[in-house]
């Protein structure tokens, strides 16, 4: 198998049209910001023959046509990429709010998570509320933004066994990460909100409300603003 | 415009192109034909680009329509299908004259028939492609499988009607396997060697619960090395990924873009179409493969795919 490493870049073969790009094996700002960089480099200046990214918290997937790109080849080129991040400057990340309408019906999981780590539900929103969080990626399904790091205090694991279907606009917390369902899916994180944001709209220009490397902040509403937000 | 109208519309059909690849990073999945593969000679069929919308029927067809006639084609699995209570081939174009049913039946062999239709059905494109993405409700016709009275809309074309069939030799080619080759995933070594023993030794069988998404897998049982803790990375097409109860899943089109299981496998490209026939309780190997080895056999289908051979007049 190929590995090789350079700056702790190492790349890995995943299937016979995609290889995995590692910058290291830890989530870590570092590792977002040159997860960040490449993208940005690749969407500027493309290289033919690539077919697909899939970023994550410290790796990037690209998926190639195995007709025009071999991994050996793929990766020679990639490396004249990742030896440009650290001359590279990132734009700054938007700052964005999501209004979120805490416990009851649009949050079930809310009493639990709080009881698990001695809060009352109120301390609970007020340290959910009290961070900014960064958009490591989108992943998963469309427009769902996998947001970190959530305060150690609430810190919960998944639950055993996932919820056949989440309603939309679900605010969810798994291990130190949180996140919002844009669509009714399966789903294991732990549901302490719901935002009548629309995360995914295909008829919006920018279809995915949230982009990585955007900051997010989450602000408590009433269950009547939700319903006034929600009719627009 | 020249239409279809559902009657029926069989256990899961849905419009299919070859997929939107180049959203990974807004979370969107290529998704696309299941078996690209019959989804083109289909297209091959009828005179269109290989790229057209199709509809992907699923063990079960639809009853279809055609109250202007239209230039079709069935490829994939056989589904039984009659023109007007006139059995049809498949693999063949065929002419149907305004106002025949076409009639879908089940199948024993394989799970997906392809119905390919001159013009193409058209409909609205969502980021570039026509294809269905169920989970999320995207894509295709109102982002969801056919229902009994929608009405498809064909793409338009004048070509005149031609008899065509596949060859003999490329439909063995692209038959059904019951190895499927793959590659080593990319966390093959987090298994221990008596895993990756019985991963290659053992017969699986295609769960209940598969559908595009992935395939689940019961059979040997897997389990990792040690206890390591896995990043969420992107998973690309075809990974065998073995969540924590060791029973490994193969992901498919409609698949989540990134994932946290480690992926002890991958179907090589040139296998991929298979994975699209396979049917619940239907029984598979693996058997590994070099990269080297996957690209050979990649390159041969497309020369296959590509040469006048194939299509004959």
């Excluded at chain 1, 073969?13 to 094996?25: E, T």
């Excluded at chain 1, 690209?62 to 990766?75: I, P, Q, T």
Aim: net charge positive; charged share 20%.
């Amino acid at each position: 198998m190929q590995t090789a490493q350079t700056d702790g870049v190492r790349f890995q073969p995943a299937s016979d049209q995609s290889l995995l790009i590692y910058f290291g094996q830890q989530i870590t700002p570092d590792a977002h910001q040159r997860v960040r960089k490449l993208l940005r480099l690749l969407s500027q200046k493309p290289i033919t023959g690539v077919r697909n990214l899939n970023p994550a918290y410290c790796s990037i997937l690209v998926s190639f046509d195995a007709l025009r790109l071999n991994h050996a080849g793929l990766e020679e080129i990639l490396r004249g990429y990742t030896n440009r991040l650290d001359a590279l400057r990132l734009p700054k990340g938007r700052e964005l709010k999501i209004p979120t309408c805490y416990g009851g019906e649009f949050g079930p999981d809310l009493n639990e998570v709080a009881s698990v780590h001695g809060l009352s539900p109120a301390q609970a929103i007020e340290l959910h509320t009290s961070v900014t969080y960064t958009v490591y990626f989108l992943g998963f399904v469309p427009g769902f933004a996998y947001l970190g790091e959530l305060p150690e205090a609430l810190a919960t694991p998944r639950l055993d066994s996932p919820r056949r279907s989440t309603p939309p606009g679900s605010v969810g917390i798994a291990g130190n990460q949180t996140g919002v369902y844009p669509f009714s899916t399966p789903g294991g994180w732990r549901l302490i909100g719901r935002t009548p944001i629309a995360m995914f709209r295909p008829d919006r220009r920018a279809m995915s409300f949230l982009a990585i490397g955007d900051r997010v902040r989450f602000t408590p509403i009433s269950a009547a603003q939700f319903a006034a937000l929600e009719r627009g | 415009m020249k239409t279809i109208q559902v009657q029926a519309p069989g256990l899961l059909t849905t419009v299919q192109d070859l997929g939107r690849p180049g959203f990974g990073p807004i979370g969107v999945s290529p998704s696309g034909a299941a078996d690209p593969i019959s989804l083109r000679l289909g297209n091959l069929l009828v005179g269109n680009e290989e790229s057209a919308a199709g509809l992907e029927m699923m063990l079960l067809g639809g009853t279809f329509i055609f109250p202007e006639g239209a230039i079709l084609a069935l490829t994939g699995s056989d589904f039984s299908a009659t023109l007007n209570d006139v059995r049809v081939n498949i693999g063949a174009s065929l002419y149907v004259r305004p106002g025949q049913t076409l009639r879908l039946g089940s199948t024993n062999s394989g799970a997906r028939c392809y119905l390919c239709v001159q013009g193409g059905i058209a409909v609205k494109p969502f980021l570039g492609s026509a294809s269905t993405h169920i989970l999320s409700g995207l894509g295709g016709f109102e982002g969801r499988p056919l229902r009994k009275g929608d009405v498809l809309r064909i793409g338009r074309s004048s070509k005149r009607f031609r008899n065509r069939t596949i060859a003999q030799l490329a439909l063995e080619n692209f038959s059904r396997r019951k190895v499927l080759r793959v590659t080593p995933g990319p966390q093959a070594d987090w298994f221990s060697e008596s895993s990756l023993g019985a991963f290659y030794a053992g017969t699986y069988r295609v769960g209940e619960q598969s559908n595009r998404m992935g395939l689940r897998l019961e059979g040997p049982a897997i389990s990792q090395r040690g206890a390591s803790e896995m990043i969420t990375e992107g998973v690309s097409l075809g990974a065998v990924q073995v969540p924590a109860g060791g029973s490994p899943i193969i992901l498919f089109v409609e698949q989540q873009t990134t994932g946290g299981y480690p992926k002890i496998a991958n179907v090589i490209s040139a296998d991929l179409h298979r994975v699209g026939q396979l049917r619940p309780r239907d029984e598979i190997r693996f058997e590994q493969v070099t990269f080297d080895a996957a690209r050979s056999l990649l390159v041969e289908q497309e020369e296959l795919l590509s040469s006048r051979e194939l299509i004959l007049v």
